[in-house]
């Protein structure tokens, strides 16, 4: 058995529709998914539909952005008995129409400074929610640039970088635990040791020891951090539907791994 928990669709910076995630699951054999879009919940109620049409099982979430001394930290957050909360619902229309405001003008910005092609309209007929991924996507094809090029554009090091809103770890977690999730550190393998450390001193409930940008020997390693800190271990193909993630089923875990979250969550084969 697969289980994959951690993916994305266009509700925020996927290209994937809720149809599309569904069939390259079972294209790819994964036998259970979460759904966790970026600061997102809207897509929620299509995928559980859907799945339920298809006979398939997802598990519901989503990605929250959170921030810890000016280095971003995502905290995927799986919804218990797959109930999604409805603060999260007034919080993803709230985020969307923040990093939309964001977006027009982090992207003028570039144009200005950086005299680069933009086109507002393709980027919001891509996503739900706007990531600096789906801006980066946009000046690539809009410029003819590859992704390295791209990214500097829509990096902190660029002059035309606009912050997002983010909450702190703290408050993010606090967020998460009062909506009654069940809460997972996402790609640790992405932040220094000495921060993974700290942050998991907000009180985690699982950290994700195999996701695609592991280095070696950061399976091994992690896992030892989960059990020194008494956390279950997950997994995300964190997949976005495009060539620069993974496909979802790349990093997964086992039935046996799973048992322990689908118990805190609440989940049974009939979800």
Not at 20 to 40: G, M, R, Y
Not at 53 to 79: A, N, P, R, W
Request: with cysteine; aromatic share 8%; net charge negative.
């Amino acid at each position: 058995m697969k289980i994959d928990l951690h993916n994305h669709t266009r509700y925020s910076d996927g290209l994937y529709t809720c149809r599309e995630l569904l069939e390259a699951a079972e294209k790819n054999h994964t036998d259970i998914f979460a759904l966790t879009d970026h600061d997102s919940v809207l897509g929620c109620e299509e995928m559980k539909q859907l799945a339920d049409q298809m006979g398939k099982k997802v598990i519901l979430g989503m990605e929250l952005s959170t921030d810890y001394h000016g280095k971003s930290v995502h905290i995927v957050c799986l919804f218990k008995k797959n109930r999604i909360p409805p603060f999260f619902k007034n919080f993803s229309l709230e985020m969307i129409e923040k990093r939309k405001k964001r977006a027009v003008e982090m992207m003028k910005k570039v144009e200005q400074i950086y005299h680069l092609k933009i086109d507002l309209s393709r980027l919001f007929s891509e996503s739900i929610l706007i990531t600096r991924a789906n801006m980066r996507r946009n000046l690539e094809v809009c410029n003819h640039l590859t992704k390295e090029e791209a990214s500097f554009y829509v990096s902190s090091r660029s002059e035309a970088y606009v912050p997002s809103t983010k909450l702190s770890v703290e408050e993010g977690v606090r967020m998460a635990r009062e909506n009654d999730c069940f809460i997972i550190l996402a790609h640790p393998c992405q932040l220094s040791k000495e921060d993974v450390e700290e942050i998991l001193k907000y009180g985690f409930d699982a950290i994700e020891i195999r996701h695609p940008s592991n280095r070696e020997n950061d399976e091994a390693y992690f896992q030892k951090v989960a059990e020194r800190h008494h956390l279950l271990i997950s997994a995300g193909s964190d997949c976005h539907g495009d060539q620069t993630h993974a496909p979802i089923g790349t990093c997964t875990l086992s039935g046996p791994e799973f048992a322990p979250i689908a118990e805190r969550i609440g989940w049974n084969d009939g979800d």
